[in-house]
Nanobody, 123 residues
Framework: QLQFVESGGGLVQPGGSLRLSCATS????????IGWFHQAPGKEHEGVAC????????YYADSVKGRFTISRDNAKNTVYLQMNSLKPEDTGVYYC????????????????WGQGTQVTVSS
């Protein structure tokens, strides 16, 4: 079973920044699109940013475009999510997962959900 280790969440004021990390196996990192999914309290998981394993091309949900940046570190098999200009509505648990298809749309993740990392944006 493909697994991910998410970290980097925390409490931050509106307008602040956080960087989330998602570590995974070499196999997963090499062959699958990997994405970050946000679960707000009482809501379903929503794909916010995904990145292709083929060419590193990213996809962003409209809600985070211009504020979040997804990137890959090939040496560490890690995918990052740089979150800037955070808003209270960004609050929730952020999870990694993988997609068998392209990053476009950041939909239909295949794996089980791990522990995620909590992000709280509040003054």
């Amino acid at each position: 079973q493909l697994q991910f280790v998410e970290s980097g969440g925390g409490l931050v004021q509106p307008g602040g920044s956080l960087r989330l990390s998602c570590a995974t196996s070499t196999f997963t990192y090499t062959y699958f699109t990997i994405g970050w999914f946000h679960q707000a309290p009482g809501k379903e998981h929503e794909g916010v940013a995904c990145i292709s394993s083929l060419d590193g091309s990213p996809y962003y949900a409209d809600s985070v475009k211009g504020r979040f940046t997804i990137s890959r570190d090939n040496a560490k098999n890690t995918v990052y999510l740089q979150m800037n200009s955070l808003k209270p509505e960004d609050t929730g648990v952020y999870y990694c997962n993988y997609l068998k298809g392209s990053a476009y749309g950041c939909r239909d993740p295949e794996g089980s959900w791990g522990q995620g990392t909590q992000v709280t944006v509040s003054s």
